[in-house]
DNA sequence: AGTATAAGTTAACAGTGTTAGCTAAAAGAG
DNA sequence: CTCTTTTAGCTAACACTGTTAACTTATACT
């Protein structure tokens, strides 16, 4: 029925409203400062009406993380486009990698936060495996061979490392200076890629 | 005066009791599962107690990750002993951090939990000082050259390369079998040690 | 028009970090 | 040994948090 489309999407659009708030909240104060409450008054609802929408509190980060993971895999994918050899794409690629995560901090941070929520099912989304394979392409035309499993120790390799700079630099461990650091991203992608076939 | 020793000793013997049982608590459940009021009565006093030793919550898991640091400096420590080639030695270092990162789980994520409170404090803690000294000592001995932002920037590409690795098997995002994450540790450092001189 | 279903409400439960204000005990001075 | 000052500790409250049960109102269907 017509109506029955009326109240589902009336359902979606409130649920976006919901998400948007909360993503207002988030790249102000960032997620620890999102509450349902907050919520509910900016989308002028009562509190419990937020649970028709979502389970719970860490039903809305998922989303977050899904949705961040497919931003970081568009704006990799985008940057893989605009080279043609593939030492070059995975080279910017990886600048593009540690460029989101400093653009959208609150995104990554929800994304990789060590006490993330749904910590078992984290491999269960699928938004992460369009984001592997996007890297696993490039790698494959890097290596010789095509052993599914060493590329995928390779991929992870590359991850880890794109990963580690990210987060030593965003809890500002060691206070690097910021000239020195698309340096150290360099040098490390380069290691990798020499190594790429042992 | 002696009295004053008492009183002194005192307050450090409840300090050392709140780090004590908030270590328990951190242990079993997760520093998000303890709260001011559960250490207060495990301590057997009130709740305000508790801020005559720590001005706030943050600074009891400041606490925690000083001491982070220390037990894996120390852990690293112990093994480069352990060997007498500086390469072995920094393969084992890595092999240890990896370990420390798993066994002490709770203390780890504190260490490195993205949205660590004292984010803009972090670069003032001392203890992470002596962590990265005693890497930077082993690094310099595989570095013919010895300048010294060479060899922060080398120990800077290492320390991310262990921490990537370490927390993307810690919030399990890619599933990686458990015999394979070994290969993929050794496998990266075998490359930062055959670059560490380009 | 009357009934079943869904939407939205208020109010409460069980917590959280943090602080103001009071009381009881210990320390220092006369 | 008493009196005053300092300190230790307490109760109670504030302003929040996520989550849920129970009730009301409005919509849809027979």
Same mark, same amino acid.
């Given at each position: 029925m017509i109506v029955k489309n009326d109240r589902q999407k009336q359902k979606e659009l409130t649920k976006n409203a919901i998400l948007k708030v909360a993503e207002e909240i988030v790249l102000q104060e960032?997620?620890? *400062?999102?509450s349902i409450r907050k919520i509910a008054e900016a989308i002028g609802?009562?509190?419990?009406?937020v649970y028709n929408h979502f389970e719970n509190k860490d039903a809305i980060q998922e989303e977050f993380v899904k949705n961040g993971f497919n931003m970081l895999a568009m704006a990799m994918q985008s940057t893989k486009e605009k080279y043609p050899e593939p030492e070059q794409q995975l080279t910017q690629m990886a600048l593009t990698y540690y460029d989101f995560a400093f653009s959208n901090s609150a995104y990554y941070k929800m994304m990789f936060?060590?006490?993330?929520?749904?910590c078992q099912k *984290?491999?269960?989304?699928a938004e992460i495996g369009n984001f592997s394979a996007i890297i696993i392409e490039v790698i494959s035309e890097l290596?010789?061979?095509?052993d599914k499993q060493r590329k995928f120790l390779k991929f992870h390799t590359l991850w880890s490392i794109l990963h580690g700079l990210t987060s030593i630099n965003m809890v500002n461990?060691?206070?690097?200076p910021d000239e020195m650091q698309q340096q150290i991203l360099l040098d490390a992608i380069h290691g990798f890629i020499k190594n790429i076939n042992n």
């Open positions: 960032g997620w620890q *400062a999102v609802y009562s509190l419990p009406v936060g060590l006490g993330i929520p749904s *984290a491999n269960e989304i290596m010789g061979e095509t461990l060691t206070a690097a």
